[in-house]
């Protein structure tokens, strides 16, 4: 079992940035991978970024290259999400999640069967 905690979100202008966090207790083992995914109203939930706990590996979608960062505190069992030069656009409930297996997977919602509740990002023009 693993529960994840988000935190982080607000709201923001234009150019501006935030930072997510995600807690993450139960099965953290060094492999253990935590994705970032956003759902904005209307749309597909869509992968952002993805990490694994002891830092190994890391990815990111096209979109999040150069403005999103994603890092992690292993003493901490917690996974951040640096987000900056905000767009609009970038406006979505954010969530963090973690696959059943170890090691990260596709980055596809489908994929990760562990879910936190979400953090709003709301980004203003």
């Known amino acids: 079992q693993v529960l994840l905690v988000e935190s982080g979100g607000g709201s923001v202008q234009a150019g501006g940035s935030l930072r997510l966090s995600c807690t993450v207790s139960?099965?953290?083992?060094?492999?253990?991978?935590v994705g970032w995914f956003r759902q904005a109203p209307g749309k597909e939930r869509e992968g952002v970024a993805a990490s694994e706990i002891g830092g190994g590996s890391t990815f990111y979608v096209d979109s999040a290259k150069g403005r999103f960062t994603i890092s992690q505190d292993n003493a901490k069992n917690t996974v951040y999400l640096q987000m900056n030069s905000l767009k609009p656009e970038d406006t979505a409930m954010y969530y963090c999640?973690?696959?059943?297996?170890?090691?990260?997977?596709?980055?596809?919602?489908?994929?990760?069967?562990?879910w936190g509740r979400g953090t709003q990002v709301s980004v203003s023009s």
């Open positions: 139960g099965n953290t083992d060094s492999r253990r991978c």
């Open positions: 999640a973690a696959p059943y297996m170890s090691g990260c997977p596709v980055l596809d919602a489908r994929n990760f069967g562990y």
